[in-house]
């Protein structure tokens, strides 16, 4: 297999991150690291009807797109910034997340500990696990997500200030920034006619950085479109929650903060309420069903690269909504269709 080598990435266009544009003291703050190619199209879905668009994230990067790599423009300009030597996180046994961090961090020469909860087997949890460990990331795998969480919650070097303790799915604070951007940057395509205002977005959910920053990022941008998640992972983990919109709504009312005190115009802002879809998670973190294999195939046959843990899923609720609405729908693609993922 071919793998990516970033020191040969084709060259990137211009950092594009709109949100300055309204919020310029944020800039200065975050100082994202410019690794995707953005803005990520906005295309017409024709097989599948006039209302049918989706936004590509899954091209966003060179060598790995989809969300992660959105978020880890932000994330990774903080590990810099800290001097961090070695990031530990956590996901499934076939974390896509993982794949992105394993990518980019090899390139910026800081290590990866990965602690992983087993999910059911696949080509793509394989897939993904192989890449992984050819670009050097040093792989844990527990049985549940219990113990791989408390394995990484406990780690002895927490208090090691060169060590840093990423969020599953790189959903820490700053990742939000990067899904609020990305509505701001809908806003522009839309402003240019590129295409309509959707009435509702569709996407999938698991560590919630993604639906926390485009809920918050179309209300900041006057967006008069619903967002809707779909949850993929469990709501909660004993007393803890996990994937609920209590987690969303957290990582919203955070971003809020820091805007409300680095120059957003007048008063306190209103965070709206997340949309959490929970039909399509049974009977699993990382199970198909038939209904997601037939989304699938459907997506597939529209152009689309889908998987059954998430994108699958969220495709499935978004045909359904589609069949029964007279509205532009956009599905937000956010799983990587680049060659790396096979
Ligand atoms: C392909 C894909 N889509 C969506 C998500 C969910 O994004 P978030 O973790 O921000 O909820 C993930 C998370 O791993 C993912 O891999």
Known sequence: MKMPDLRHAPALPAAHWPLFDVYPQLAALLQPLALCQLPSPVEALPALGEYAWVKRDDGIHPHYGGNKMRKLEFVASELLRKGVRHVYSLGGTGTNFGVAAAILLQELGIELTLFLFRQPPSEHVEHNQQLMRQHGAHLHTFDSLGAAA?????????????????????????????????????REQ???????????????????????????????????????????????????????????????????????????????????????????????YGCSTAATEAAIRRGMAAGLTLDATYSGKAFGEYLKRLQSGAAPLLFWATLNSQPAQG
């Not at 002895?156 to 990423?166: E, I, N, S």
């Not at 779909?230 to 820091?258: H, N, W, Y």
């Open 150 to 186: 408390l394995s990484w919650q406990l780690h002895p070097r927490r208090l090691d200030p060169r060590c840093y303790f990423l969020a599953a799915g790189a959903s820490s604070p700053v990742a939000t920034f990067a899904y609020i951007n990305a509505a701001f940057e809908l």
């Open 190 to 284: 839309i402003q240019a006619g590129n295409c309509p205002l959707p009435a509702q977005i569709i996407l999938p959910v698991g560590s919630s950085a993604t639906l926390a920053g485009l809920t918050l990022g179309c209300a900041l941008a006057g967006l008069e479109t619903q967002v809707i998640g779909v949850r993929v992972a469990p709501e909660k983990l004993g007393f803890i929650d996990i994937c609920t919109p209590a987690v969303s709504r957290k990582m919203m009312l955070s971003a809020a903060r820091l805007l409300e005190k680095h120059g957003h115009p007048g008063g306190s802002i209103k965070v709206p309420e997340p949309i959490l879809v929970s039909d399509w998670f049974a009977p699993g």
